[in-house]
C-alpha cells in the first residue's frame, strides 16, 4: 500500500511532501486551476453544498468517501493505482522489457502529446456542462452532474501531475495551456472535435456521458497498458471513476425513455406529437440524439489507418484495451482486414497491417460496449408493449475523421449522394425543431422529492440514500 498525505494542501498518495519543487509547481497551477473552476465550472451553484464523493485514497476503503461539501473547496487529489511489482511492458517490440518510471528521451514528445489529449478533454468536458445546472430535472440530476465535473477536475490533475513530475518545463507550459483552451472557441478550441460540441439539455448531457465517457474508459484502457508506469497507473484509477460518469448517462437514457413509455400509456397513443404535447421525449427524438453523440464519438478513436497508432503501439507508449485478451501481443506480421469506400458507392476490403489498425481495434470494441446499454433500453420499450427498437447507427454514418469522412451514409449504411443526405438528414439527427423541443423542456426542479416531468426518477439513490434525499442544499 501506498501512503496517503491527505493533510497537504494536495491530497496525493505520490509523496508529493518529499519533492518540494514539484509540490512548488503543483500550488502554483493550483490557484489556476481554481480561477478556471470558477470562471467555466458549474454556473451559478459554487456556494451549494453538494453530496460528493471524493477520493482519499485507492484502497475499497477510501476511494469513494462520501459527504457534503462546496465544489471550489472540493479536494482535487493526485493518486495513482498500486505499482506493480517488477511491471513488465506487455506489448509492441518493446514486450517484455521492464516498465518505464521515467519518460525514455526517444518518447518524450509522443508520450506529452498523448498526455497533453487526454487531459485537454476533462476540463473541456466541464465547460461543456456549466450551464447545465440552471435546468437541472431534480436535486438528484444536478448532484450527479456535479459528481461528474469534480472528478473531470481531478482528472485534470491527474495528467497536470504527470506533465509537472515528468516533462519539466514543456510540461509545465503545457499544463497552463490547458486552462486556456476552451470548449467551442473559434480561435483556441479544446484539440479533439466532440469537445467542442455544445451540451446545453440534459438529453445531450445523457448521451455524453453514455457515448463520450465511454470513449473515455476505452482511451485509459489503452494508456492503463502503457510502458511508462506512472501512466498506467493513473489511468487505472481514472477507471474506477469513470464507471460513475457511464452510469449516469446509461440509466439517465433510460429513464428518459421510461419516461416516454409511461406517458404513451397513459395518453393511449405512440404518435411522437402527442408524446411531446404530454411534455415527454419521443423516442424517434431519442434515436436522433443517440445518433449524433454516438457518431461523434466514434471519430474520437482517431483514422482507421494511422500510423501514429502503429508507432505508439510498436514503442509500447499506447496498447489495446484489455491488452491481455488478446494472444498476440506484437502483431508484427498480422492484417486487418478493413472495408473502406471504393469511390463508387460501394465498399471493398482493404488489408491494412494490425499495427495500423489498432484505432479500428479499440473502436469495435466500443461499439459492442455500447450496444450493451442499447439493449437495456430496448427490453423497457418491448416490455412496454410498444413497437420501436432503439438502434446504434452504423459506424460509417456521419464520420469526420478515417476512410469514411465525407461520405454521405445512412444510419443503417447505406451510401446515398450528397442532395439525399441534405434532404434526409433531418429524419436521422437532431433537427432545430428537435432542439427548440427539448430545450422548451429543460426548466429547473430542485425542490427535494420533485422530478421534471420529461424523466423518470432513478430506482435508487446515491450511496443508499433516498432519492428523495436533499443532495444539493442551495444557498
Ligand atoms: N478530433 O492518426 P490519427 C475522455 C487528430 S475521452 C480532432 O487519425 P491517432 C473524456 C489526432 O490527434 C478520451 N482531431 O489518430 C470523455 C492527430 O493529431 P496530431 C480522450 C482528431 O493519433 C468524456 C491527427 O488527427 N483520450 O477522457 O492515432 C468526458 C491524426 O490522428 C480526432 C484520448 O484521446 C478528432 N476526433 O489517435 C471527459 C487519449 N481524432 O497528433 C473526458 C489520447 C484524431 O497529428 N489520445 N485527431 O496533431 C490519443 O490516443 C490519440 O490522440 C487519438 C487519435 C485517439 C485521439
Ligand atoms: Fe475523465
Ligand atoms: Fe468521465
Known amino acids: 500500500m501506498s501512503t496517503l498525505n491527505y493533510q497537504e494542501r494536495i491530497p496525493n498518495n505520490v509523496n508529493l511532501g518529499e519533492n518540494r519543487q514539484l509540490q512548488r509547481a503543483l500550488e502554483h497551477w493550483q490557484p489556476a486551476f481554481l480561477e478556471w473552476w470558477k470562471a467555466m465550472g458549474p454556473e451559478g451553484f459554487q456556494a451549494a453544498d453538494v ?30 493505482a498500486d505499482q506493480e511489482a517488477d511491471r513488465r511492458i506487455g506489448f509492441g517490440d518493446v514486450m517484455g522489457q521492464p516498465a518505464w518510471q521515467q519518460v525514455p528521451a526517444e518518447h518524450r514528445s509522443t508520450l506529452r502529446r498523448l498526455i497533453v489529449t487526454q487531459g485537454d478533454t476533462e476540463p473541456a468536458s466541464v465547460e461543456q456542462q456549466r450551464l447545465l445546472g440552471l435546468t437541472c430535472p431534480s436535486l438528484y440530476d444536478l448532484r450527479n452532474l456535479f459528481q461528474v465535473n469534480v472528478e473531470e477536475g481531478r482528472h485534470l490533475w491527474a495528467m497536470v501531475y504527470l506533465l509537472h513530475a515528468y516533462f519539466g518545463r514543456d510540461g509545465r507550459e503545457e499544463a497552463e495551456e490547458l486552462l486556456q483552451r476552451r470548449s467551442g472557441h473559434a480561435d483556441n478550441p479544446r484539440i479533439l472535435g466532440t469537445f467542442n460540441e455544445p451540451i446545453s439539455d440534459w438529453l445531450s448531457f445523457f448521451m455524453f456521458t453514455y457515448f463520450t465517457d465511454r470513449d473515455g474508459k476505452f482511451q ?23 464507471a460513475h460518469h457511464m452510469f449516469v448517462g446509461d440509466t439517465g437514457v433510460a ?19 402527442a408524446v411531446r404535447r404530454a411534455g415527454a421525449v419521443d423516442l424517434p427524438t431519442v434515436q436522433r440524439y443517440l445518433n449524433f453523440w454516438f457518431s461523434s464519438s466514434l471519430d474520437l478513436f482517431g483514422s482507421d489507418q494511422s500510423s501514429n497508432a502503429a508507432t505508439t503501439f510498436a514503442n509500447g507508449l499506447k496498447g489495446r484495451p484489455d491488452e491481455s485478451r488478446f494472444a498476440d501481443h506484437v502483431c508484427s506480421g498480422q492484417v486487418f482486414e478493413l472495408e473502406v469506400p471504393d469511390g463508387q458507392g460501394g465498399s471493398r476490403v482493404e488489408q491494412v497491417a494490425m499495427r495500423n489498425a489498432m484505432n479500428e481495434v479499440t473502436r469495435q470494441a466500443y461499439v459492442a460496449d455500447c450496444e450493451i446499454g442499447v439493449k437495456r433500453w430496448n427490453r423497457l420499450v418491448q416490455k412496454a408493449g410498444v413497437d420501436f427498437e432503439l438502434k446504434l447507427p452504423s459506424i460509417r454514418f456521419r ?7 465525407g461520405s454521405h451514409v445512412t444510419p443503417d449504411g447505406k451510401q446515398i449522394d450528397a442532395e439525399t443526405w441534405t ?21 429547473q426542479v430542485v425542490e ?24 444539493v442544499h442551495l444557498q
Not at 416531468?453 to 443532495?471: F, H, K, M, Q, T
Open 51 to 80: 453530496y460528493l464523493r471524493t477520493a482519499t485514497s485507492v484502497d475499497a476503503a477510501g476511494w469513494a468517501t462520501y459527504g457534503t461539501v462546496k465544489m471550489p473547496d472540493y479536494r482535487w487529489g493526485i493518486f495513482l
Open 220 to 242: 485509459l484502457k489503452s494508456l492503463a497498458e502503457s510502458g511508462f508506469d506512472p501512466l498506467a497507473r493513473t489511468c487505472r484509477f481514472m477507471l474506477t471513476e469513470e
Open 255 to 273: 429513464r428518459v425513455v421510461r419516461r416516454a413509455l409511461e406517458v404513451m400509456k397513459e395518453i393511449g397513443s405512440d404518435d411522437p406529437e
Open 399 to 405: 464520420r469526420n475523421i478515417g476512410s469514411w469522412a
Open 423 to 443: 434532404n434526409r438528414q433531418g429524419e436521422w439527427l437532431p433537427s432545430e425543431a428537435d432542439r427548440a423541443f427539448i430545450h422548451s423542456l429543460m426548466k
Open 448 to 471: 427535494p422529492g420533485k422530478m421534471a416531468s420529461w424523466i423518470a426518477p432513478p430506482d435508487r439513490g446515491i450511496n443508499n440514500l433516498d432519492v428523495n434525499y436533499e443532495y
